[in-house]
């Protein structure tokens, strides 16, 4: 790119102008990151199609099995190999594009001195931020929105069976709803930030690649604490078979607990007595009259999704905020 004027794009000598056509800062934003923003929607196309093509094989064999009453033993030749390397796929994803997208949007600029041209045109560099941000954030949401839909509804027919992806695992809660749109946002924002105080390109995308693996292990450790835990508790002891509390379809169950006559919560692991004698004499001595067993429910998932998204966008809103007034002052 040799300038940064405002110029507008090539138009037609006569007649009226045939589909969306940029002008000025946003045509150059887009033609000098065509490449990465092409290649990124083309890739979410390409996804959208295979998973439409995937969930019409699963619903041709549920409609075998009798959908939307299955019949017994539906699930015994049930497949969900495709929803999950599908979902390891776009589990990498806002790292990928982090890396590739985020990292070099202003790293290469103030590497090759492109940036420095800002100062001498018109445009002053809070919009040219502003634009270059705002274009790579307005087809990153595009993007995984559209992926995020798709496979929710890849999910639909299972969301309420036993059998295939559960709602509190990462193929699932990862991948629908919210939570991609948010995670990938955060990462390539970060990458932006991290190349325009690194100012050199491939640096920034190793540094990118190390925040981007980092944001999915804390997410990971971290996604279930965002709901309201639940306790289910019994009074028949803990011996017997019918003993365990029973607990919602598809709960997700976080620890179990002896439960004593005073309410009080005691750890497994305190009459775990080497003979069945001795274990009994335990549970007497310390007055256990049942489990007590906390869980996160499955209703709580759009909530909990929701919750952690706009932690992640507060997040990225305060990195871009970083961006803009960093850039304002020291950019070149």
């Known amino acids: ?97 982090g890396v590739f997208l985020g990292a070099p949007l202003l790293a290469n600029d103030l590497e090759t001195g492109t ?18 941000l705002g274009i790579t954030v307005a087809v990153t949401v595009l993007c995984t929105t559209a992926l995020s839909l798709a496979f929710g509804w890849w999910w639909a027919p299972l969301k309420h069976l036993t059998s295939g992806p559960s709602w509190d695992s990462s193929t699932v809660f990862d991948n629908t709803g919210p939570v991609p749109v948010a995670l990938t946002l955060f990462t390539v924002v970060g990458g932006v930030a991290i190349g325009m105080l690194l100012r050199r390109t491939l640096m920034a995308m190793v540094v990118t690649f190390g925040f981007g693996v980092a944001t999915q292990i804390a997410w990971a450790y971290e996604r279930m604490s965002l709901g309201h835990i639940q306790v ?55 007055h256990v009259v049942g489990w007590a067993v906390t869980y996160l429910n499955q209703s709580q998932m759009p909530g909990m999704q929701w919750l ?25």
């Not at 199609?49 to 995937?54: C, Q, S, T």
């Not at 006559?261 to 310390?286: F, P, R, V, W």
Request: proline share 4%; charged share 15%.
């Open 232 to 286: 289910a508790t019994s009074h028949n002891g803990v011996l017997a078979d019918n003993s365990f509390p029973v607990l919602p379809g598809s709960a997700h169950m976080i620890d179990q607990f002896y439960l004593t006559a005073s309410g009080d919560y005691i750890g497994y692991g305190n009459c775990h007595e080497m003979t069945a004698s001795a274990t009994n004499a335990c549970l007497d001595q310390k």
């Open 115 to 132: 940036a420095k041209l800002v100062n001498t045109q018109s445009s002053s560099r809070v919009r040219w931020l502003v634009t270059k």
């Open 1 to 97: 790119m040799s300038t940064l004027t405002s110029v507008p794009a090539p138009t037609g000598a006569a007649g009226p102008a045939r589909g969306l056509r940029l002008g000025g800062m946003n045509w150059l934003v887009w033609r000098q990151h065509r490449a990465a923003f092409w290649t990124l929607l083309a890739a979410t196309v390409a996804g959208v199609l295979l998973i439409a093509y995937e969930r019409t094989q699963l619903m041709s064999y549920l409609d075998t099995q009798g959908w939307p009453h299955l019949k017994d033993g539906w699930d015994q030749h049930l497949d969900t190999s495709a929803m999950d390397r599908i979902s390891l796929a776009l589990g990498l994803a806002p790292v990928v594009i």
């Open 308 to 332: 952690g998204a706009g932690i992640l966008l507060a997040l990225t809103a305060a990195l871009a905020a970083f961006i803009l007034l960093w850039g304002r002052k020291r950019l070149v």
